[in-house]
Nanobody
Framework: QVQLVESGGGLVQAGGSLRLSCAAS????????MGWFRQAPGKEREFVSA????????YYADSVKGRFTVSRDNAKNTVYLQMNSLKPEDTAVYYC??????????????????WGQGSQVTVSS
C-alpha cells in the first residue's frame, strides 16, 4: 500500500532554513504528482507545493513562493521541500501526499492520498 514518511522537521529561528524529505514506497513513485501540505494548530490543512511526475512543473502557495523549493529524485523515490527565509507563520505540521486523481487540481487536498505522519516545523521569532 501507499506509504509516505516525512523527515527533516525541527525548531529553527526566523530567517533560517530546513529541508524536508518524504520517502515513498508501495507505488510507482515516478508516475505521480506529489504534494506538500501543512496544518497549523486550529487551522485547516493547506496546500504548500506540488511537483509533477517528471519534475518539470512545480506549484506553490503564494505564501511560500520565492522561499520554498520543491524537488524530487525518482531514482530514490523521494520528494523534498527546501524551506528558506522561514517565518513564525510557517510553523505547522508538514505532510506529503500522492495525487491520485490526475484530473483534479494540484491545489486541493481531496485529490491526494497516502498521507504520512507529518513532520513538525517550528519557527521561533
Amino acid at each position: 500500500q501507499v506509504q509516505l514518511v516525512e523527515s527533516g522537521g525541527g525548531l529553527v529561528q526566523a530567517g533560517g532554513s530546513l529541508r524536508l524529505s518524504c520517502a515513498a514506497s508501495g507505488f510507482t513513485f515516478s508516475s505521480y504528482t506529489m504534494g506538500w501540505f501543512r496544518q497549523a494548530p486550529g487551522k485547516e490543512r493547506e496546500f504548500v507545493s506540488a511537483i509533477r511526475w517528471s519534475g518539470g512543473n512545480t506549484y506553490y502557495a503564494d505564501s511560500v513562493k520565492g522561499r520554498f523549493t520543491v524537488s524530487r529524485d525518482n531514482a530514490k523515490n523521494t520528494v523534498y521541500l527546501q524551506m528558506n527565509s522561514l517565518k513564525p507563520e510557517d510553523t505547522a505540521v508538514y505532510y506529503c501526499a500522492r495525487q491520485f486523481r490526475i484530473s483534479g487540481t494540484v491545489y486541493a487536498k481531496q485529490w491526494y492520498d497516502g498521507w504520512g505522519q507529518g513532520s513538525q516545523v517550528t519557527v521561533s521569532s
